[in-house]
C-alpha cells in the first residue's frame, strides 16, 4: 500500500531536459514518486510525494526541485510529533 498525503499541493518539480538520467533519485526516494523512461527521469505520482528533498539534495544535473521541509506533509509530520492538528499556513480550508 503507498501511502498518498493531499492531492496536487506537491512541490516537485523535475526538468527533464536537465536529467542526465544518473537514476540517483530513484536511489534515494522513499515513496517510489520518480521511475527512469527513455533514459530520463519522470515522475509516477507527485501525490506520493513527501518533500523529504532527497531527490533534489542528490541530483548532480539540478533537474529536480522540491521546497524540502514546506507544505502539507511537514504539516502533517510536525502535527504527528507534537499531537496537534497540521497547520501548512497555506490559507486554504481543504489544505490539511
Known sequence: MSMKYLRGVSTLRLDADK???CGMCLNVCPHAVIRLEGRKAA????DLC???GACAENCPAGALTVKKGVGCAQA???GFLTGTEPQCG??????C
Not at 515522475?43 to 507527485?46: E, I, L, M
Not at 497555506?90 to 489544505?95: E, M, P
Open 43 to 46: 515522475v509516477n505520482d507527485a
Open 19 to 21: 536529467c542526465t538520467g
Open 50 to 52: 513527501m518533500e523529504c
Open 90 to 95: 497555506c490559507g486554504d480550508d481543504s489544505c
Open 76 to 78: 502533517v509530520r510536525i
